[in-house]
């Protein structure tokens, strides 16, 4: 019988430590908070119910605003004589880097009540609220969904469009019928990333959401400002 090698043994040990201590024992740890917790209390408030209609709100609506962004981005890259492509696509992913947080922050000194950009351009209105949590969303999620479609773009075979340009097909049905079959399971993936990074977020409905708040920030603001870890897990556990 062939012995399996140490090597691999000690990994997959070393995998289901790290499952245990960085998913396993955080859930248990939140269903210990919740056994002394009114659930259905907690889910029938009206700031909860608020609160999580906002969550969607800004999930659909960042989702809708980022996919067809970050194809289009893509496509520019990968698909037209863009000069220096590697400098775009390293400046179109640069925002998935820095903290959504702060990028929340930078909108607010830019498009704030006092911001630079609103006394420059004397610009009316204000970012806060559901319109400026898209737009800094938006900016968050967008690179990284530049990134799945530019992936994908860079390795599609170019042969049936070649083959359709000859036989004159429009380049809107060479979109319906070859781009959208091809791209039809990384955009669903694309489309649950956006949307998941969008719901979970709490640094950009934080700090420029105002009076618009989402699920993360209601349970920031229940663990961190009330330490209520029940009613916080409780909230962690639909998120």
């Known amino acids: 019988m062939r012995k399996r090698p ?8 070393a995998l289901l430590a790290f499952f245990a201590a960085a998913v396993l024992l955080p859930l ?17 408030g009206a700031a909860f119910r608020k609160a999580c209609l906002n969550s969607l709100k800004v999930g659909l ?16 890259v990968t698909r037209t004589h863009l000069r220096l492509r590697g400098l775009w696509s390293v400046l179109f992913s640069l925002p998935m880097l820095i903290p959504s947080i702060s990028q929340g922050s930078g909108l607010i000194i830019l498009f704030g009540a006092n911001g630079v950009l609103t006394r420059l351009l004397h610009l009316g209105g204000n970012i806060y609220g559901l319109h400026g949590i898209v737009i800094g969303e938006a900016m968050y999620v967008t690179p990284i969904a530049f990134l799945m479609f ?9 042969t049936p469009y070649e083959a359709a340009q000859v036989l004159g097909i429009p380049r809107l049905r060479q979109f319906t019928a070859v781009t959208l079959p091809f791209l039809r399971r990384p955009l669903i993936s694309a ?14 409905p934080l700090t420029i959401g105002g009076k618009v708040k989402t699920l993360p920030v209601l349970m920031y603001e229940d663990v961190i400002g009330l330490l209520d870890f029940g009613k916080g897990s409780v909230i962690g556990a639909v998120i």
């Open 191 to 204: 489309v649950f990333t956006v949307f998941s990074l969008t719901v979970t977020d709490y640094g950009v």
């Open 6 to 13: 140490v090597s691999s043994t000690i990994l997959k040990l």
């Open 150 to 158: 530019a992936d994908v773009l860079t390795y599609e075979d170019y």
């Open 61 to 76: 609506l960042t989702t809708a605003v980022s996919i067809p962004l970050a194809y289009a981005l893509a496509w520019c």
């Open 28 to 44: 248990l740890r939140m269903l210990a908070y919740m056994r002394n917790t009114d659930v259905l209390k907690v889910l029938g």
